[in-house]
């Protein structure tokens, strides 16, 4: 599966019934309450009943993952920052020691290919994009990503750039 999540609503045309597009913003995603209920309660699934228990299992089944969103002090925006907090329950309350660092063990998740798209309306600084690529590296190494790549894009052209991602998974 392929999945595309955007904190922004995105006019793309897809004709791959394999690609899946969620528009973050357009859904109702509380944020997480720390409260570790899908690790003890409700092993895998979160007690939140919103839309984020419709997506993150998405999130744990996708081989290939783009994620759009808006940076904001070196960091996804809120959008996307509140739905992969939500993603926890794809993660074991396990540890595991992965290149000498403790991650968690993950639930059946798929190893993934991610194009992770940041964008913004100014131009983003040389200090923010480290800082991003750093928070990157950190997550990639817990959310199972083999492999991934960074782009940075102004507000302007990121529907462009998405429609060309796109076109390369249909190819």
């Known amino acids: 599966m392929k999945l595309i999540l955007s904190d922004v609503p995105l006019k793309i045309q897809i004709k791959n019934d394999e690609i899946k597009y969620v528009d973050l913003s357009s859904l109702n995603i509380a944020n997480c309450m720390g409260c570790f209920g899908c690790w003890t309660k409700t092993p895998g699934k979160c007690v939140i009943r919103d839309d984020a228990v419709k997506v993150y299992p998405n999130i744990a089944k996708s081989d290939e993952l783009l994620y759009v969103s808006r940076i904001k002090y070196g960091g ?13 329950p794809v993660q074991q309350a396990f540890i595991r020691l992965v290149n000498g660092e403790t991650h968690h063990v993950q639930r ?64």
């Open 76 to 88: 996804y925006d809120s959008v996307m920052k509140t739905m992969l907090e939500r993603a926890i």
């Open 108 to 171: 059946a998740v798929s190893l993934k290919n991610a194009v992770i798209i940041a964008y913004a309306c100014k131009q983003i600084s040389d200090e923010e994009r480290e800082v991003f690529k750093r928070l990157i590296a950190r997550n990639a190494r817990n959310m199972n990503f083999k492999h991934y790549r960074i782009m940075f894009t102004t507000k302007q052209q990121l529907e462009d750039i998405v429609a060309n991602e796109v076109q390369k998974w249909e190819a």
